[in-house]
């Protein structure tokens, strides 16, 4: 079957696939105009298990906690100077959803505290509701990349850094 419309923006071809028509394209969607981009932060309503990660976390290491999206529960151990997040099935932070860019943003570590770099996504990296290209993470900060909410939690140990830093 042939294809007639009319290429637009959404059909982004890279590399020597460029020329092909068979070649795959690389789409990421932008949230639409009813989308809820407010920022209201979750309360404290942590579970058991989730209390017991955070708890046994080793010092300079973090965790995400998925709140909302499409893999709302999952943990992600931070313990690495640059974790990458991203649709990229090779980054360390996988979210297969077209709200997340490829390359999205990476978490980089600096002894115990951390940072969140925008890749240059479509749609933005937000901090606590505030769309950042760069940003400190402390302790229980909401992080928003595509349509997933997750908050950021440090290592108790590191704790008392966190409150003078």
């Not at 071809?13 to 809820?36: E, K, L, N, W, Y």
């Not at 890749?119 to 400190?136: M, W």
Request: aromatic share 6%; hydrophobic share 35%.
């Amino acid at each position: 079957m042939e294809d007639n419309r009319t290429p637009g923006p959404e059909d982004i071809r890279r590399g020597a696939d460029a020329g092909s028509p068979d070649a795959p394209t690389d789409v990421t969607q932008t949230f639409g105009h009813d989308s809820d981009l407010s920022f209201v932060p979750f309360g404290a309503d942590l579970n058991e298990a989730e209390i017991e990660a955070i708890g046994a976390l080793p010092s300079q290491a973090a965790l995400l906690l998925v709140r909302s999206g499409p893999t709302a529960g999952a943990r992600y151990l931070l313990d690495t100077d640059v974790t990458t997040v991203g649709r990229h099935p090779e980054a360390d932070i996988f979210f297969d959803d077209v709200t997340v860019s490829r390359r999205h943003a990476e978490i980089t570590r600096d002894g115990a505290s951390f940072e969140i770099v925008d890749q240059r996504s479509l749609n933005g990296t937000y901090v606590n509701g505030e769309r950042v290209d760069r940003a400190s993470l402390v302790n229980g900060a909401e992080v928003r990349i595509g349509k997933f909410r997750l908050n950021f939690f440090v290592s108790p140990a590191d704790l008392p850094l966190h409150a003078e830093g």
